[in-house]
């Protein structure tokens, strides 16, 4: 089993940053490839990001692509998702997710889930 622990949402305007982070424990951190997805209001769930187990591969989304960057920090069990040049469009609940397989497919089902954390961003 492996929990995730999402932190760090909030309220921003337009073009500020926020940084969002995933704490995950129960398992070796490093076995799972960990991903971001976000879910606006009356939206279906949506892929973010994504960034294999050793951090050497990432992969994002078309719409934040050069906005947003994934990470991982092995030694604190924990992937961050860097959020810049914020959009109103950005708005959603935001979760983050762990597989032990590495996938670019957005539609890739993963085995662990977070809670949730909520970024809102005002025009």
């Known amino acids: 089993q492996v929990q995730l622990v999402e932190s760090g949402g909030g309220l921003v305007q337009a073009g500020g940053s926020l940084r969002l982070s995933c704490a995950a424990s129960?398992?070796?951190?490093?076995?799972?490839?960990m991903a971001w997805f976000r879910q606006a209001p009356g939206k279906e769930r949506e892929f973010v990001a994504v960034?294999?187990?050793?951090?050497?591969?990432?992969y994002y989304a078309e719409s934040v692509k050069g906005r947003f960057t994934i990470s991982r920090d092995t030694a604190k069990n924990t992937a961050y998702l860097q959020m810049n040049s914020l959009k109103p469009e950005d708005t959603a609940v935001y979760y983050c997710?762990?597989?032990?397989?590495?996938?670019?497919?957005?539609?890739?089902?993963?085995?662990?889930w977070g809670q949730g954390t909520q970024v809102t961003v005002s025009s």
């Open positions: 960034i294999s187990g050793r951090g050497v591969y990432t």
């Open positions: 129960g398992r070796t951190f490093s076995f799972f490839a």
């Open positions: 997710a762990a597989d032990l397989y590495y996938s670019t497919t957005p539609t890739k089902n993963y085995d662990y």
